[in-house]
């Protein structure tokens, strides 16, 4: 054992179940495992904590960041820098009082600001990151309940971003807009052969879209007219994992090796066994971590919020990363 680990948890905050890693979190934003392969990081939306996560330990506060979490807004999701191993910067989505922001926080430094003036309303204020190349972070906003905004080039509601200036500035740059129309925003993640996978809320549908290597939309791949909550995505080369906040379940997509696009219907890996679930990532082990938002409303458990691992059938992660 590490004579450095934090302790195990023990008293009220112990849960059972051994697909549970972390509990008595407040409700979540995103996650991202670490290089180790044995831990993660699980954002506190309304708090701004950064907490590492593993199996077995008592959760830590690496970084705490001032948001606004009014709403649905706060500590929105986290991403590592590409070269994380060796210059340990995170960059994070927030809400402030005033915008939705990107901002770089390095260890032992204030945290400092990327991308402004994204705007936040009461409502539908999510949005997610990721890194599609080391020198290009995805970031998707959502609409703000402004469907007109994030139809218009002139807003970056609504919106996937492509950031290529990750230095600090005074006057960060317009970042390039990807894709318009987003709805209520899920997440983006990508599956390490070049495919761009979204999903967002509508009025109508919920909905996984995806933007192959080359920039063309295929808008979209699948949806959900019952509108079971589409949340955090993790993908690979041959299958999208959707955590469903409402249905309180983890979707998993197959998706043809050659073109992305999803072959078959989806298969429900777990289903009202953590309450409603948010984020997502993969693991190491080709698992996939999800964090549940039962705070969010009335139904809460008494170790929650919760990380949870979710097996893919036979193991492996059915080529998910």
Known sequence: PDPNAPPPPSGPCVDPDPAVIATCLDTTGGLVALPDGRSALVAERRTGRIMEVAAGRTPVEVARLDVDGTGDGGLLDIALSPTYTEDKLLYALIT????????RL??????KDIVTGIPRGATGSGGSLDFYT?????????????????ASPNSLSGKLLRVTSLSPTSDPPRPQIALSGIGTAGDVCTDGTGNIYVTDRT????????IDKFGAVFSPVWTWPDRPGVAGCAAGANGVAVALTT???????????NTGAVSAEPTLLIQGEYGQ???ATSSADGQILVGTVNKNGTAVGPTDDRVVK????????????
């Not at 009025?203 to 995806?210: G, K, P, S, Y």
């Not at 979710?310 to 990363?321: E, H, L, R, T």
Request: charged share 20%; net charge negative.
């Open 277 to 279: 679930l948010n984020g």
């Open 106 to 111: 390095a260890p032992g430094d204030v945290p």
């Open 96 to 103: 402030t009082a005033t915008d939705t922001r990107v901002v």
């Open 247 to 257: 249905a309180e379940a983890v979707a998993a997509l197959s998706t043809d090796p």
């Open 134 to 150: 080391p020198g290009e972070l995805l970031v998707l906003t959502g609409d703000n309940g402004d469907p007109a905004a994030a």
């Open 203 to 210: 009025a109508v549908e919920d909905r996984l879209q995806r």
């Open 310 to 321: 979710v097996p893919f059938p036979g193991g492996g992660g059915g080529g998910i990363d």
